[in-house]
């Protein structure tokens, strides 16, 4: 079971950037896909989670209207479109995954204590 995320990188307030989560070893079906990030000395925080069965999905309200979280079942991939970025975006952004919790909102599980499987982290700065 792996998670791979790609397309962080440098880019200056305003911009887009869309992130990747590459899934292999377990099917998408019934699972809570998560997006979260984490500065130097902060804990990590949720940033947006999907059920990938029905489509239910959560923002930060930090986030909500900028970023939008999607799920390509059929390719075992999950993307974080990210839209008029500003400086406090900064940070290290995580994939995660975990079977979904029935009778749970993806809101409730969007917490990184209730997933079990990680990506590496890829690294996004927005420049002011």
């Known amino acids: 079971v792996q998670l791979v995320e790609s397309g962080g990188g440098l880019v200056q307030a305003g911009g887009s ?5 590459a899934a ?4 998408f079906d019934d699972y809570a896909i998560g997006w979260f990030r984490q500065t ?6 949720a940033v ?4 990938t069965s029905d ?6 309200d930090s986030v909500k ?4 979280i999607i799920s ?4 075992s991939t999950a993307y974080l479109q990210m839209t008029s970025l500003k400086p406090e975006d900064t940070a290290v952004y995580y994939c995660a995954a975990d079977v979904y919790i029935w009778g749970w909102t993806v809101s409730h599980q969007c917490q990184p204590q209730y997933f079990g499987t990680w990506g590496q982290g890829t690294q996004v700065t927005v420049s002011s």
């Open 24 to 27: 292999s070893g377990f099917s």
């Open 65 to 68: 209207g900028r970023f939008t």
């Open 17 to 21: 950037l869309r992130l990747s989560c």
């Open 40 to 45: 130097p000395g902060k804990e990590r925080e």
């Open 48 to 51: 947006s989670c999907i059920n």
């Open 55 to 60: 489509g239910s999905t959560h923002y930060a």
């Open 72 to 75: 390509n079942n059929s390719e």
